[in-house]
């Protein structure tokens, strides 16, 4: 994959989301952003999770920042972006290796792909978070400041 090919990838799933106007192009850039961090990471001799993991990272603070620049879900961008990394391929001949009895070679693959999906939502999961005890803390700051 490449940051190109993430690009349409988000473009198209963010039109079957049927997202309109500047929030189609945002979707796009950030999956763009992300395919291009994955592709560096590898490149750079990390491990496949571990790429998708800091794509991940940085596709979700993307998503929470354009999220509240244009106000709307963060799923709105964070989705569409997320889907090129998903392990797809890794899916497909986990379940062909299944098949065609080859059942050493499926757990080795299935276990490859499970924790590249892991990684993805880890990812998601920690800024998830991150955001949330933040906007809790401004919550709670902002209630005492008006008291």
């Given at each position: 994959?490449?940051?190109?090919?993430?690009?349409?990838?988000?473009?198209?799933?963010?039109?079957?989301?049927?997202?309109?106007?500047?929030?189609?192009?945002?979707?796009?850039?950030?999956?763009?952003?992300?395919?291009?961090?994955?592709?560096?990471?590898v490149f750079m001799n990390h491990s496949?999770?571990?790429?998708?993991?800091?794509?991940?990272?940085?596709?979700?603070?993307?998503?929470?920042?354009?999220?509240?620049?244009?106000?709307?879900?963060?799923?709105?961008?964070?989705?569409?972006?997320?889907?090129?990394?998903?392990?797809?391929?890794?899916?497909?001949?986990?379940?062909?290796?299944?098949?065609?009895?080859?059942?050493?070679?499926?757990?080795?693959?299935?276990?490859?792909?499970?924790?590249?999906?892991?990684?993805?939502?880890?990812?998601?999961?920690?800024?998830?978070?991150?955001?949330?005890?933040?906007?809790?803390?401004?919550?709670?700051?902002?209630?005492?400041?008006?008291?």
């Amino acid at each position: 994959m490449n940051g190109f090919t993430a690009v349409f990838a988000s473009l198209g799933f963010a039109i079957l989301f049927n997202i309109k106007g500047d929030k189609l192009a945002v979707a796009a850039l950030i999956g763009g952003i992300g395919g291009v961090i994955y592709d560096l990471m590898v490149f750079m001799n990390h491990s496949v999770a571990m790429s998708l993991f800091i794509a991940s990272i940085l596709i979700s603070i993307l998503s929470e920042l354009f999220a509240r620049i244009m106000k709307c879900p963060v799923t709105t961008f964070l989705i569409c972006a997320i889907i090129p990394l998903v392990p797809g391929g890794g899916m497909y001949y986990t379940m062909l290796e299944i098949v065609q009895n080859q059942l050493d070679s499926a757990i080795v693959m299935g276990v490859n792909t499970i924790v590249q999906a892991c990684s993805i939502v880890l990812g998601c999961i920690l800024i998830s978070s991150i955001m949330r005890v933040y906007n809790q803390i401004t919550n709670k700051r902002k209630s005492l400041c008006q008291k």
